[in-house]
C-alpha cells in the first residue's frame, strides 16, 4: 500500500531539534533525582529518543523505561478510555518520574499515565508534551514542558502516524487533503 497525501510541514528539523535542547535544559534545571523518563508509546519513541541524547548532553544521566498505553485504536480521534498494552518494569517508589508524549490532545491517556504512576508512590509526575493542542483537552491537566502549540490539525510525522504510516518523517506536519 502506498500513501499518497500531500503534506505540509508545521515544525522543521532544525525548530524540533531547538525545542528539544530547550525541553532538556529546563529539565535539567529543575534538579531531579534518580529521574526515570518513561515514554508513552507508541507515537513518543523519536522524541524520547531524542530528548533522552539532549538531557545527557545536559549532564543528565536518566533511566528509560516505556509503557504502550491505547486510547484510539486505529482511529483518528480518542475512544475515551485507556489501555495498558505494555507496562513499566521499573519500581517508581521515591522517584521523580517524567512522562514523555508526543501530544498532548484529550489529556486522557496522559491524566491516566501520571494518577497510574503517582498511586505506584512516585516522588513526582511531570509531564513533556511535544505537541500540545489544548482546545480538545476534556482532562485537567496541563504539560510542564512543551515543544509546540499545534494546531487544530491531524498531525503526523517525527514518529507520529496516519494509519501507521510517516512515522519516519524527520519533521512535523499534517496531511493537506485530510479532514482535521
Do not use: W
Amino acid at each position: 500500500m502506498t500513501t499518497t497525501h500531500e503534506i505540509a510541514v508545521l515544525y522543521d528539523e532544525d525548530a524540533i531539534a531547538g525545542r528539544v535542547d530547550a525541553i532538556a535544559n529546563a529539565i535539567a534545571a529543575a534538579q531531579t533525582e534518580r529521574l526515570l523518563v518513561v515514554a508513552v508509546l507508541k507515537g513518543s519513541f523519536v522524541f524520547a529518543a531524542d530528548l533522552i541524547r539532549a538531557m545527557h548532553r545536559a549532564g543528565l544521566a536518566p533511566e528509560m523505561e516505556f509503557i504502550h498505553l491505547s486510547s484510539y485504536g486505529a482511529e483518528k480521534t480518542s475512544s475515551g478510555s485507556v489501555r495498558i498494552l505494555r507496562d513499566i518494569e521499573s519500581d517508581v517508589s521515591g522517584r521523580d518520574v517524567l512522562l514523555v508524549d508526543d501530544i498532548l490532545e484529550s489529556g486522557r491517556t496522559l491524566s491516566y499515565a501520571r494518577d497510574l504512576i503517582a498511586s505506584r508512590g512516585a516522588k513526582s509526575v511531570a509531564i513533556a508534551a511535544l505537541l500540545d493542542k489544548p482546545g480538545h483537552r476534556v482532562a485537567k491537566l496541563e504539560a510542564d514542558y512543551v515543544g509546540f502549540l499545534c494546531p487544530d490539525k491531524f498531525v503526523v510525522g517525527y514518529g507520529m502516524d496516519a494509519a501507521h504510516a510517516y512515522r519516519q518523517l524527520p519533521f512535523i506536519g499534517y496531511l493537506v487533503d485530510a479532514e482535521s
